[in-house]
């Protein structure tokens, strides 16, 4: 468990450095050059359209990875400067591993070996939960669970998502609350509404260009 903690760890620490404020104008730049038009956001096999939501906006650097910042200070400020997300085929073990765990009989069992071969049910106090998603074209599965071991300073309600769509999906994580502040601010109903503005994109749907949009060729 410890390992399969280690790696989420290694991958969030991992797109901070990809999307760091440094990188983020040219992520900008990239993303609004090709979906000006269409607002159509590529990451992976994945197109989709995602509202940009309480201040916070999605970035895609090269087609392969998102991020999803918010803002964290300001009224409308987050627990979380923000999000990844990743697009993965959409099999039960690459599901059940980005969501750490699997819904079995009604109860939530987390991964207890990599990659999710084993698994054991959530400890009571994990509080884990499944939250229903509404999706326009697509299934969501999702749950929270509570941080029981670390800090308790700093321990978290984790939120965890897939957007299911044909034979891919669309995950991620985020803390959405603090449990050191039971009656704090709880961040999931916010979080919820930006991931349920996602659309689905198929190609047939994308706009066809016109002859106008056509290169020119080049002189001879």
Not at 41 to 58: K, N, Q, S, T, W
Not at 115 to 135: D, S
Not at 194 to 211: A, K, R
Request: hydrophobic residues 40%; proline residues 6%; charged residues 30%.
């Amino acid at each position: 468990m410890i390992k399969f903690n280690m790696i989420f760890i290694l991958i969030s620490m991992l797109c901070e450095l990809l999307f760091g404020n440094i990188a983020m104008a040219e992520i900008s730049r990239e993303s609004s050059a090709k979906n000006n038009d269409s607002n159509v956001r590529v990451i992976g096999p994945c197109r989709f359209r995602m509202a940009d939501l309480f201040g916070g906006r999605l970035a895609t650097r090269k087609d392969k990875v998102g991020a999803y910042f918010l803002p964290w200070v300001g009224p409308q400020r987050f627990r979380s400067e923000g999000f990844s997300l990743f697009c993965v085929k959409a099999t039960d073990v690459k599901i059940a591993i980005l969501l750490d765990g699997k819904l079995i009989d009604g109860r939530w069992w987390r991964c207890s070996s990599y990659p999710c071969t084993e698994m054991e049910p959530y400890e009571k106090e994990a509080n884990a939960e499944t939250v229903p998603l509404k999706g326009r074209n697509w299934q969501g599965i999702a749950n929270t669970a509570d941080d029981t071991t670390g800090d308790e300073r700093w321990r978290a309600r984790w939120f965890r998502f897939c957007l299911i769509h044909e034979k891919n999906a669309l995950c991620g994580r985020v803390p959405v609350k603090r449990l050191s502040n039971p009656k704090g601010r709880d961040d999931l109903p916010r979080i919820k509404a930006i991931l349920e503005s996602v659309e689905f994109v198929d190609p047939v749907d994308l706009p066809t260009p016109g002859i106008d949009d056509a290169p020119a060729l080049p002189a001879r």
